[in-house]
Nanobody
Framework: VQLQASGGGVVQAGGSLRLSCAAS????????VGWFRQAPGKEHELVAR????????YYADSVKGRFTTFRDNAKNTVYLQMNNLKPEDTAVYYC??????????????????WGQGTQVTVSS
C-alpha cells in the first residue's frame, strides 16, 4: 500500500491550496481517510477525516468552514481543499488511511497507512 500526498506549497494568507492523496494497493472508498498536520514544536493534529461509511466528514474547529475534504473514487484519490489560509495553518500535512479487514478466522485486522508529508507554508 502506498499513499502519495501532493499539492503543498507557499501561499499568502487568504489564499488557497488543494492537497491530493492518491492510493495504490488500497481502495479509498473502503477506508477511513484522514488529514493530519504537524507544525514545528506542536502536537500532531487531526485536521479532517472522511469516514468509510459516513458522508459527513469531521473537521477540527480550527479549520471548520475553511477546509473541505472530498473523495474521487474513480481516481482513488482524496482531496483537502484549503481556503482562506492563515499563517497558523503552516505545517507538514499528511494523509492517512485506516482499513479494517478480517482474517481467516474472522479476526479483525486494523491497519493505518501514512502518506509522506507535504509542506504547506502560509505567509502573512
Amino acid at each position: 500500500v502506498q499513499l502519495q500526498a501532493s499539492g503543498g506549497g507557499v501561499v499568502q494568507a487568504g489564499g488557497s491550496l488543494r492537497l491530493s492523496c492518491a492510493a495504490s494497493g488500497l481502495t479509498f472508498s473502503r477506508a477511513t481517510v484522514g488529514w493530519f498536520r504537524q507544525a514545528p514544536g506542536k502536537e500532531h493534529e487531526l485536521v479532517a477525516r472522511h469516514l468509510r461509511y459516513n458522508s459527513n466528514p469531521y473537521y477540527a474547529d480550527s479549520v471548520k468552514g475553511r477546509f473541505t475534504t472530498f473523495r474521487d473514487n474513480a481516481k482513488n484519490t482524496v482531496y483537502l481543499q484549503m481556503n482562506n489560509l492563515k499563517p497558523e495553518d503552516t505545517a507538514v500535512y499528511y494523509c492517512a488511511a485506516d482499513t479494517l479487514d478480517y482474517g481467516p478466522y474472522g479476526e479483525p485486522i486494523a491497519a493505518r497507512y501514512w502518506g509522506q508529508g507535504t509542506q504547506v507554508t502560509v505567509s502573512s
